[in-house]
């Protein structure tokens, strides 16, 4: 009995030949389908005439008295008669009522306008005239823009949405337009933002090659995701929330009462991190702190925390005494002791995780246990630290900011744009993670992400609103999960309580469950006479 042969695995070459017969054969599949429809609308269209017709007849019939049924019958009985005595009444009778079903089974529903209506027409012809000043060349013979212009060559695609406003625009330019520099798209996106709707955010896609202007209405951010447990990796941490097109991940959130998916900023830390260090920089008031109480929910769950308050206002008093909060220091004797005990921690780490790889060994189980720096406003404590006469804080980074990533150390610094001069170069070298929070200028936040932002700012931006970029990549927009203080007044009580429910217990509260010892020990020695 001959063996059968095993089947082969097929090859990179058979595979891509597999897949492009399965997508032929779909294609016929589908094909074949429109075409049988094609062909059999006419059998489906009397089908459901007939149909329609047929239910109308119930419905007058069940609608008709008992008392009047009998004449109806007879009435009915009568037609039947003459169209069957009557010549060719049979004939005309289906041809009569194939045409009832026809018209009765057409497609009823409202064909959808094709092009714009002319509100619509209108806004694309304004908004066309307005970019006449800045693509229009007087020397070219056949100009895409000119006054009294068409405007369907210059835009080949166009949206609106429910409100009549434009959502989508694809708008084609003049090759000799200038678009490598920065002031004059600065010039055209000013131009399309006020013309297109204000008071939205849209983002703006040139295409160089194709001399191609791409104009996206964004949604705004949802600013009401309360912080909670997010599901990621160890290393992990979520800086806030962007749109779905900028990152292909979802973190199932609750959002109120409903679960949703949403897109995250995702900044992964430890000792394979590309952008061990973060530098975050705002307005008072645009959230830079609640970007920190985040961060250091989030670090408490598998690390230590340390936190240095320059603002002393009190928005960390609710990490002190928590497991695994080291410290929360506000003055600036503390501040120094507390960066200089975290320099001599990492260096102790290096030491340590040194000996282990020399010996073979894996590091020690101390080294890695993640620890995070935050230091928020430091340029309180440099003007202190020089009426003093006291070394900077910003000195005794050095060490963590150098060499964190290889003892498993993070260090984030908040700061104010009016203090941001004050950043020693070492801060401003290794935090090459940074987020931008509040109102900005475009010139301001390129001058902390190193980009300008692909949108146009927002005519409202709530707390907690601005841009990211994790190195040299992407600029996102960022809203960060709302994190206050509990401790404060004026938050609402489920706020408060979605942040209590994330903080450690007390150590403090551990030890007053524990009985004390107030009786003397037995092996108390006898008192000595005096001589």
């Known amino acids: ?144 823009y000119a006054h009294g212009g068409e405007w369907h060559r210059a835009v080949p695609t166009h949206e609106f949405d429910d409100a009549g406003r434009v959502a989508h625009l694809v708008l084609r330019y003049p090759a000799c337009f200038p678009d490598g520099e920065p002031e004059a798209r600065a010039r055209i996106e000013r131009v399309l933002a006020a013309k297109a709707g ?107 925390v340390l936190i240095v308050d320059g603002g002393g206002t009190g928005e960390y008093a609710c990490l002190t005494g928590r497991d695994g909060v080291l410290a929360v220091e506000c003055a600036l004797p503390g501040a120094l002791a507390s960066l200089e005990w975290a320099a001599q921690e990492t260096e102790r780490r290096l030491v340590a995780i040194n000996l282990a790889r020399q010996a073979g060994d894996p590091p020690p189980a101390d080294t890695r246990r993640p620890l995070w720096v935050l230091l928020d406003r430091p340029s309180v404590f440099a003007h202190l630290a020089e009426v003093d006469g006291r070394e900077d804080p910003q000195a005794l980074l050095r060490v963590p900011l150098r060499h964190g990533r290889a003892a498993n150390v993070t260090v984030v610094v908040a700061e104010h744009f009016d203090g941001a001069d004050a950043l020693n170069d070492a801060v401003r070298q290794h935090t090459r993670a940074r987020v931008v929070l509040g109102p900005a200028a475009a010139r301001q936040v390129e001058s902390v992400l190193g980009a300008t932002p692909p949108t146009t ?53 551990v030890r007053a469950c524990e009985p004390i010892d107030l009786t003397k020990p037995a092996t108390a020695e006898q008192p000595v006479a005096a001589e």
């Not at 075409?35 to 269209?45: C, M, R, W």
């Not at 709302?482 to 309580?497: Q, V």
Request: one cysteine or more; a positive charge.
């Open 198 to 304: 204000r008071g939205r955010e849209y983002r703006f896609g040139w295409d160089e090659e194709g001399n191609r202007l791409t104009v996206t209405a964004l949604a705004p951010l949802p600013p009401d995701i309360v912080a909670q447990r997010f599901v990621t990796a160890p290393g992990e941490t979520v800086l806030g929330f962007t749109d779905p097109s900028e990152v292909q991940r979802t973190l199932p959130l609750s959002y109120g009462e409903e679960q949703l998916d949403v897109p995250p900023v995702v900044w992964r830390t430890g000792t394979r991190s590309t952008e061990p260090h973060l530098l975050a920089v705002g307005q008072p008031g645009s959230g830079t702190s609640t970007l920190l109480r985040s961060l250091a929910l989030q670090a408490l769950r598998c690390g230590d």
């Open 1 to 144: 009995m001959a063996r059968r042969p095993l089947p082969r695995i097929l090859s990179k070459d058979g595979a891509q030949l597999a897949r492009t017969q399965l997508a032929r054969s779909r294609e016929l599949a589908r094909t074949a389908a429109d075409s049988a429809t094609d062909v059999l609308h006419p059998l489906i269209t009397l089908s459901r005439g007939l149909r329609r017709l047929a239910s109308a007849g119930r419905r007058r019939w069940a609608d008709t008295p008992k008392d009047r049924r009998g004449p109806l019958l007879f009435l009915v009985a009568c037609l039947v008669l003459v169209v069957v005595l009557a010549p060719y009444g049979p004939l005309l009778a289906v041809i009569t009522v194939m045409a009832a079903a026809g018209w009765q089974g057409r497609d009823r529903t409202p064909r959808v306008p094709e092009g714009p209506d002319e509100s619509q027409t209108e806004r694309l012809q304004a908004l066309y005239e307005a970019l006449v000043p800045y693509f229009s060349v007087p020397e070219d013979p056949a100009p895409l």
């Open 457 to 509: 700012p927002p005519a409202q931006v709530p707390p907690g609103r601005g841009y990211a970029r994790l190195g040299q990549g992407p600029v996102h927009r960022l809203q960060v999960p709302r994190t206050p203080d509990p401790y404060d007044d004026a938050t609402s009580d489920a706020d408060r309580g979605a942040v209590l429910d994330l903080l450690p217990p007390r150590r403090e509260a």
